[in-house]
């Protein structure tokens, strides 16, 4: 990861250091639900990966392939979300922007 920061100090990585970056492994160890144990064995079983690791990227495609409707719905509400927090900040922008320009006047 690059170690490039912004202005609050938090680290950032560029687009591209992101799409390489390995992706979050799923712990199975102390699993809290059933579900959870059978969504990552059966990923498992699906990919067999290499290291016997499964990561959320293969529990993604899986659901993705097996119950798309899911998929769909999770990929609505988090666009959704996204779009909502875009517009809340475009008039947050805009409103520091007047405020500014009322003070300057």
């Given at each position: 990861m690059s170690t490039n920061t912004?202005?609050?100090d938090v680290p950032t990585m560029s687009e591209q250091e992101f799409n390489q970056a390995p992706f979050v492994g799923v712990s199975s160890a102390n699993?809290?639900?059933e579900l959870k144990n059978y969504?990552?064995?059966y990923a498992g079983t699906k990919f067999d990966?290499?290291?016997g690791?499964?990561?959320v990227n293969m529990v993604a495609e899986v659901l993705?392939?097996?119950f798309p409707e899911f998929m769909y719905a999770f990929a609505e509400e988090n666009f959704v979300r996204?779009?909502?927090l875009g517009l809340?900040?475009?008039a947050e922008l805009y409103t520091r922007a007047t405020h500014e320009d009322n003070a300057e006047e």
């Open positions: 912004t202005e609050t699993s809290e639900s969504i990552i064995n990966p290499e290291d690791n499964v990561d993705a392939d097996e996204g779009y909502e809340d900040d475009a």
